[in-house]
C-alpha cells in the first residue's frame, strides 16, 4: 500500500484551477525533496514541480512556469501543487513523490511515489 495518497483531481475547464494534494502521513518531511510528475494517455511521465525540504528551492518545468505553484506544510507532511491556466494538454495522471536529496524534476530520482490523482481539463 502506497504510503503516499495524491488527492484533489478531477474535471475542469479549459483555464480552470485546481489544487492537488499530496499526504505523507509515513514520512518525517523535513528530509525528503517533493517532485511532482504527470503522465498523459501514449506518454512518457514527465516532471511538473519539485520543491526542496526547507522550501528554498522551486523548480517547474516549462510548460507549466507561471501557471502552477508547488507549496508544502512539512508539520502536517503534506504538499500541494497549486494549478491555474489549465489547457486540454495539461490531461494527465498526477503524481507525487518522495526525493532523497536535490530537489529533482528526473522520473528516476524518486524512491517514493504515490498512485496518481487524474486531472481531466474538457470543455
Known amino acids: 500500500q502506497s504510503q503516499l495518497v495524491e488527492s484533489g483531481g478531477g474535471v475542469v475547464q479549459p483555464g480552470g484551477s485546481l489544487t492537488l494534494s499530496c499526504s505523507a502521513s509515513?514520512?518525517?518531511?523535513?528530509?525528503?525533496?517533493v517532485s511532482w510528475f504527470r503522465q498523459a494517455p501514449g506518454k512518457a511521465r514527465e516532471g511538473v514541480a519539485c520543491?526542496?525540504?526547507?522550501?528554498?528551492?522551486?523548480n517547474y518545468a516549462d510548460f507549466v512556469r507561471g501557471r502552477f505553484s508547488v507549496f508544502r506544510d512539512n508539520a502536517k507532511r503534506t504538499a500541494h501543487l497549486h494549478m491555474t491556466g489549465l489547457t486540454l494538454e495539461d490531461t494527465g495522471v498526477y503524481y507525487c513523490?518522495?526525493?532523497?536529496?536535490?530537489?529533482?524534476?528526473?522520473?528516476?530520482?524518486?524512491?517514493?511515489w504515490g498512485r496518481g490523482t487524474q486531472v481531466s481539463v474538457s470543455s
Open positions: 513523490a518522495l526525493v532523497d536529496g536535490l530537489c529533482s524534476l528526473d522520473p528516476q530520482e524518486p524512491i517514493h
Open positions: 509515513a514520512f518525517t518531511m523535513d528530509y525528503w525533496s
Open positions: 520543491i526542496s525540504p526547507g522550501m528554498k528551492t522551486k
